[in-house]
């Protein structure tokens, strides 16, 4: 069983940056994909990014490419989502997900309770 806890969360002015982290309770998060979601009022969840179990490899929603970064620190169980130039739009409560493949869609078997963004224009 995979525990996953998002932090981070806030509210910030647009423009500004945050940085969210996902900490697991397993003994080797190595051994998963980490996905990142985010769920917007009245929207659909919708892939944000996702980073592969060595963190060679991530990929990225096109909406996202170049303002958001996944990193991984597999030695403290922690994965990353760097956040710059935040606009309104990027208000929504931010999910991890870990699975044993890399996916954009939904699939994976373990998701953290999320944490909320709110960005003021």
């Known amino acids: 069983q995979v525990q996953l806890v998002e932090s981070g969360g806030g509210s910030v002015q647009a423009g500004d940056s945050l940085r969210l982290s996902c900490t697991a309770s397993?003994?080797?998060?190595?051994?998963?994909?980490m996905g990142w979601f985010r769920q917007a009022p009245g929207k659909e969840r919708e892939f944000v990014g996702v980073i592969d179990w060595s963190g060679a490899r991530t990929y990225y929603a096109d909406d996202w490419k170049g303002r958001f970064t996944i990193s991984r620190d597999s030695a403290k169980n922690v994965v990353y989502l760097q956040m710059n130039s935040l606009t309104f739009d990027d208000t929504a409560v931010y999910y991890c997900a870990a699975g044993p493949s890399l996916r954009r869609d939904s699939g994976y078997p373990y998701w953290g309770q999320g944490t909320q963004v709110t960005v003021s224009s």
């Open positions: 397993v003994t080797t998060l190595s051994v998963y994909a």
